[in-house]
């Protein structure tokens, strides 16, 4: 196994972007599980609590991220324990009534595009949830790169699947600006050399990229009509 060490400095210029899939390229995944807290558990704080606090359903969500459960007996196994803790839902399409939640953020998009056109590589870095995911979207045209949790059998924050990520883009990890919208990710980035931005808006985003790709934020602004 190859081993990446981070050999570069505060303020070092990046070459390639990694970035996350789910509340980066989409409107927020937390404020969809809430929202659907609201809605169907009515305890909007609920779901994410499980996943994040109860051990059943974080070994539910990994296993299913890792490609090891299929969707529907993610649904099944997380009704259940959301039943345990006193929300009744429907098994069926449970993610799916999570995802409609999700908005295409097209800004984000936007600003693939406007990087790429630069010279930039762009990889996309996602842990899968449900079997719908991507639908619609063209990631082979989106990206240079894709690497997807499920197909690999291991998820973001492991170690391992950065690596497969940097290999597949063809670049060194501290050539690497990582976007994500969870903090643990970043934090795992950031011990293989990547430098890591935050997501939460796309204005935010790009000015923090163009900094870290030492290019004027002009070039990653959409052209004026």
């Known amino acids: 196994m190859t081993r990446h060490h981070a050999t570069t400095t505060p303020g070092t210029v990046r070459q390639a972007v990694l970035i996350d899939f789910g509340g980066v390229l989409t409107t927020s995944v937390l404020d969809a599980f809430r929202a659907f807290g609201e809605e169907e558990c009515h305890d909007r704080d609920l779901p994410l609590r499980l996943l994040t606090e109860d051990e059943q359903s974080r070994k539910l969500l990994s296993a299913h ?3 090891r ?26 993610v799916a009534r999570i995802q409609k939640r999700l908005q295409r953020d097209e800004s984000m998009v936007t600003l693939v595009n406007t990087v790429r056109t630069q010279g930039i590589r762009v990889g996309l870095i996602s842990n899968s949830f449900g079997s719908d995911t991507y639908v619609g979207w063209d990631l082979d045209s989106l990206f240079d790169s894709v690497t997807i949790s499920g197909r690999e059998g291991v998820r973001k924050p492991s170690r391992r699947l950065y690596q497969i ?28 050399g990547m430098v890591g931005i935050t997501h939460r808006d796309a204005a935010t985003t790009t000015a923090k990229l163009a900094q870290h790709l030492g290019r004027p934020q002009a070039e990653f602004m959409p052209a004026s009509r």
């Open 69 to 94: 459960l299929s969707a529907e007996e993610f649904e099944t196994g997380f009704a259940a324990r959301l039943k345990l803790h006193g929300a009744t839902v429907e098994p069926r399409d449970l």
């Open 65 to 67: 991220e890792e490609g």
């Open 165 to 192: 990520a940097c290999d597949r883009l063809g670049c060194h990890p501290t050539e690497i600006v990582m976007i994500d919208d969870l903090k643990q990710n970043i934090v795992a980035a950031e011990r293989l």
